[in-house]
Nanobody, 120 residues
């Protein structure tokens, strides 16, 4: 059974930091790229950060470059999102997504999300 469980969200003041975690199970974690998405009220879900299976390559949305860092621990089947210098505009539900594309199939798994609220 595939499971992705996010944790680490909460309320933080502007300029503060949070570290999100996403624990995965039920699939070969190292074979999947991992992504963090977010969705703010009334807005579409947007891609925040991506990391390849071996962790050798990362990409970020322009809005979070220099403030967020995605990383993974393949021994623990966990992906992280370190968020620094948070802004009210970062308020959203954050989701992790596992994805893998083969010659014949595409696999996508989503977590249930964790709320991040940036407010004074």
């Amino acid at each position: 059974q595939v499971r992705l469980v996010e944790s680490g969200g909460g309320l933080v003041q502007p300029g503060g930091s949070l570290r999100l975690s996403c624990a995965a199970s039920g699939f070969p974690f190292i074979s999947y790229a991992m992504n963090w998405y977010r969705q703010a009220p009334g807005k579409e879900r947007e891609l925040v950060a991506t990391i390849t299976g071996a962790g050798g390559s990362t990409n970020y949305a322009d809005s979070v470059k220099g403030r967020f860092t995605i990383s993974r621990d393949n021994a623990k089947n966990t992906v992280y999102l370190q968020m620094n210098n948070l802004e009210p505009e970062d308020t959203a539900v954050y989701y992790c997504k596992a994805e893998r594309t083969t010659t014949f199939n595409k696999f996508n798994y989503w977590g249930q999300g964790t709320q991040v609220t940036v407010s004074s």
